[in-house]
């Protein structure tokens, strides 16, 4: 159980396009999602908070305009980068926390963009 | 502001030897500590929780609050135990990373 899948897993796209990337929690309700971005060889970063049904939380330093979040069912969210530059490029990864349990979150399997 | 350390970006032991990955954490209040493992190719999975108190493939990991530590141990190290380790700590349901120790474990 505790399932968490990412769409795609990979994606490349030109710069100032726009990529959607899918959260979804395949056997629980995830009240809370969260959006991580990592770089090679580095920890994770948390890139916002997001509760369904309500706006995003950001970290400190993230672009709300830029990265969008949307939270529009207990089993889906999804991350749009917006304008994409080079910059962008790296391995987003989203993690959801089950609504009956305590703080433990359950990890997609990560997206790599890449932009050109 | 929460923090936690992992003071080891890589380790190496050998198959069979003991293997203690080190975590230490900064938080003022009563914190949640787990540890994840990124094998290679694979997407990141929990491996235990303090409040759980239990042992995972041989893994242990003992909370204390004095020396604000959460040591992740094993006695006999496998190869399989090759992965990358994170220590996280929870407050609310924000998870802080350490960054990561890359465990390798020689034949």
């Known amino acids: 159980g505790a399932v968490v899948s990412q769409h795609p897993s990979r994606v490349i796209c030109k710069s100032g396009t726009s990529v959607k990337i899918e959260c979804r929690s395949l056997?629980?309700?995830?009240?809370?999602m969260f959006w991580y971005r990592q770089f090679p060889k580095q920890s994770l970063m948390l890139m916002a908070t997001?509760?369904?049904?309500?706006?995003?939380?950001?970290e400190q330093g993230v672009e709300k305009d830029k990265f969008l979040i949307n939270h529009a069912s207990l089993t889906l969210s999804t991350l749009t980068v917006t304008s994409a530059h080079p910059e962008d490029s790296s391995f987003y990864i989203c993690?959801?926390?089950?609504?009956?349990?305590?703080?433990?979150?359950?990890f997609g399997p990560g997206t790599r963009l890449t932009v050109l | 502001a929460q923090r936690v350390t992992q003071p080891e970006k890589l380790l190496s032991v050998f198959k069979g030897a003991p293997v203690e990955l080190k975590c230490n954490y900064s938080?003022?209040?009563?914190?949640?500590l787990f540890w994840y493992v990124q094998y290679s190719r694979q997407r990141l999975q929990l491996l235990l929780r303090?409040?759980s108190r239990e042992s995972i493939k041989g893994f242990t990991a003992d909370l204390n609050k004095g020396e604000t530590s959460f040591h992740l141990k094993k006695p006999f190290a496998q190869e399989e135990d090759s992965a990358m380790y994170y220590c996280?700590?929870?407050?609310?349901?924000?998870?802080?990373f350490g960054e990561g120790t890359q465990l390798t474990v020689n034949p």
């Open positions: 993690s959801a926390r089950a609504s009956d349990t305590s703080n433990t979150q359950y």
């Open positions: 056997d629980f309700q995830a009240t809370t």
């Open positions: 997001s509760n369904e049904g309500s706006k995003a939380t950001y």
């Open positions: 938080y003022s209040g009563s914190p949640e």
């Open positions: 303090h409040i």
């Open positions: 996280a700590l929870t407050s609310g349901s924000r998870l802080t």
